[in-house]
T-cell receptor, first 114, second 114 residues
Framework: QQQVKQSPQSLIVQKGGISIINCAYE??????FPWYQQFPGKGPALLIA?????SEKKEGRFTISFNKSAKQFSLHIMDSQPGDSATYFC?????????????FGKGTKLSVKP | NAGVMQNPRHLVRRRGQEARLRCSPM?????VYWYRQLPEEGLKFMVY????????ESGMPKERFSAEFPKEGPSILRIQQVVRGDSAAYFC????????????FGSGTRLTVV
């Protein structure tokens, strides 16, 4: 049973464009939703995270949009750059993140073309 | 200030051999988490340990897999009698306290079973 569904599996965007990655979750107990960025041969690194008490959070070119009623959240990368080419994972955790483990989506491989 | 150190980076084992993966947490971190990443899949939680204690092993396969985090030294993930299906990237994360805040991942160990 996949508790966090992520789409698309891969994404190609032109430099300067907007990259959008979507995730949907099933467990209403989830209340902490981080996004991770992973480069080849490296471990995931936290990019940005949101709690369900806000509908949007922005950090630089990265924005998370959250729709609690639809149980969906998405990552928007504005002005995408070739250096953003990586695999992006959404994740979820319970109890505001105080639980020790994350449930990950399957990942989206983003390629930004120059 | 070294990050989470995992070794070896790459490990090749023949079917039936044992694999030992090591993880040294960041300085000041006493919580360690192991995840497994199969090809084209997201990370899946395996086990959560504090010094000398297993806190949550709900993601560990029932057989052949074990983990420890001794008082001194790195955390060890041990896989006995490896099979081809064990081929994956194994990531360790550490944090200064319970929960996903401050989670820092290592660069992983790529295990190949031949």
């Amino acid at each position: 049973q996949q508790q966090v569904k992520q789409s698309p599996q891969s994404l190609i965007v032109q430099k300067g464009g907007i990259s959008i990655i979507n995730c949907a979750y099933e467990n209403t107990a989830f209340d902490y939703f981080p996004w991770y960025q992973q480069f080849p041969g490296k471990g995931p690194a936290l990019l940005i995270a949101i709690r369900p008490d806000v509908s949007e959070k922005k950090e630089g070119r990265f924005t998370i949009s959250f729709n609690k009623s639809a149980k969906q959240f998405s990552l928007h990368i504005m002005d995408s750059q070739p250096g953003d080419s990586a695999t992006y994972f959404c994740a979820a955790s319970r109890d505001g993140g105080s639980q020790g483990n994350l449930i990950f989506g399957k990942g989206t491989k983003l390629s930004v073309k120059p | 200030n070294a990050g989470v150190m995992q070794n070896p980076r790459h490990l090749v084992r023949r079917r039936g051999q044992e694999a030992r993966l090591r993880c040294s947490p960041m300085k000041g971190h006493s919580h360690v988490y192991w995840y497994r990443q199969l090809p084209e899949e997201g990370l899946k939680f395996m086990v959560y340990l504090q010094k000398e204690n297993i806190i949550d092993e709900s993601g560990m396969p029932k057989e052949r897999f074990s983990a420890e985090f001794p008082k001194e030294g790195p955390s060890i993930l041990r896989i006995q009698q490896v099979v081809r299906g064990d081929s994956a990237a194994y990531f360790c994360a550490s944090s200064p306290k319970t929960g996903v805040y401050g989670y820092t991942f290592g660069s992983g160990t790529r295990l190949t079973v031949v």
